[in-house]
């Protein structure tokens, strides 16, 4: 059975699925968007990835485009249809389809919805988790609003690309003080050399990760020691570990930074748990 995706309001075959060249999306990237990752067919994180698309989308004066009702019913049916149980929901929502113009159509349009859905491969996925992934660090070049989840995603992808072409998966935005601020596609942690967590604050410019916050919660539930606070790439290398979080990378070990190792360059026994630990809890409160 073939992908299938939904496009304002009509679930089509995912290679007939199309948007008007005029979307602002396409043209402006003005549009913004939310992953969820899936288990057993059902959305991780919900509360989290609901209450950051209505905020992203309030930033930009765009409205919502259905209730949260009715939008929970529409992603759990492209699921469905695709018949994913351990994957990836992609919801992108633009301002709309109008003649081009960078200041907003007046009268307002009726913003433009599509939705994705995508498959993991649950072994190769836990085969990286355990081996461990590399990133490389590059600096921070993106708009002060990253705090906004838009698809103006150049930058990253820029960044991302620097990274597979060095055979790392991951890149770190590295402030112009020397702190990393936040992955491509992820956020940062590290256990430092005194064993206690640390990840940036969300003051900084950073996307504020659904999957990071969740983590918080299951880090403060163990008892861990946990500090939002800034780290440079030597504070990563001279770490007993490191990771990333996202609803793609999950909780990912991180085992070599530009190359050179964090601690033993081993996979830690505090990214291993909480991974696992991260895994249970979205288990039980996926809907
Ligand atoms: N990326 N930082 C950035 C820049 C991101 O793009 C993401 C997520 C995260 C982690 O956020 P969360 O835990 O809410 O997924 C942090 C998604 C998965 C993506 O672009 O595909």
Request: include cysteine; charge should be positive.
């Amino acid at each position: 059975m073939g992908r299938i995706a939904y496009v304002n309001g009509r679930f089509v075959p995912h290679g007939e699925a199309m948007v008007h060249i005029e979307d602002r999306g396409y043209q402006l990237a003005d549009a913004v968007y939310e992953v969820w990752a899936l288990f057993g067919g059902k959305l991780a994180d919900p509360e989290g990835h609901f209450a950051r698309l209505k905020r992203s989308l309030g930033e930009l004066s765009i409205d919502m485009p259905m209730s949260r009702a009715a939008l929970t019913l529409v992603l759990k049916e492209a699921v469905r249809r695709n018949r994913v149980l351990n994957g990836l929901v992609y919801l992108q929502v633009s301002r709309g389809v109008a003649p081009r113009d960078h200041a907003f159509p007046n009268p307002p349009v009726r913003p433009a919805v599509v939705i994705t859905v995508s498959r993991t491969d649950l072994a190769a996925s836990e085969a990286r988790a355990a081996k461990g992934v590399g990133v490389v660090t590059t600096p921070e070049n993106r708009w002060g609003r990253c705090d906004i989840k838009t698809v103006g995603l150049l930058p990253n992808a820029l960044a991302k690309q620097k990274a597979r072409a060095a055979g790392a998966v991951e890149a770190w935005f590295v402030d112009d003080l020397g702190f990393v601020t936040e992955g491509a596609s992820s956020n940062a942690w590290i256990v430092d050399a005194d064993g206690r967590l640390r990840t940036r604050d969300t003051n900084a410019n950073i996307l504020r990760g659904v999957t990071r916050l969740t983590l918080l919660d299951v880090i403060r539930a163990e008892g861990l020691e946990v500090e939002e606070r800034p780290f440079t790439p030597a504070d990563a290398l001279a770490a007993q570990e490191a990771f990333i979080t996202g609803a793609g990378s999950l909780v990912l070990p991180v085992v070599t930074v530009d190359g050179r190792p964090v601690g033993d360059g081993k996979v830690g026994p505090v990214a291993a748990r909480l991974r696992r630990l991260y895994i249970e809890q979205a288990k039980a409160t996926a809907i």
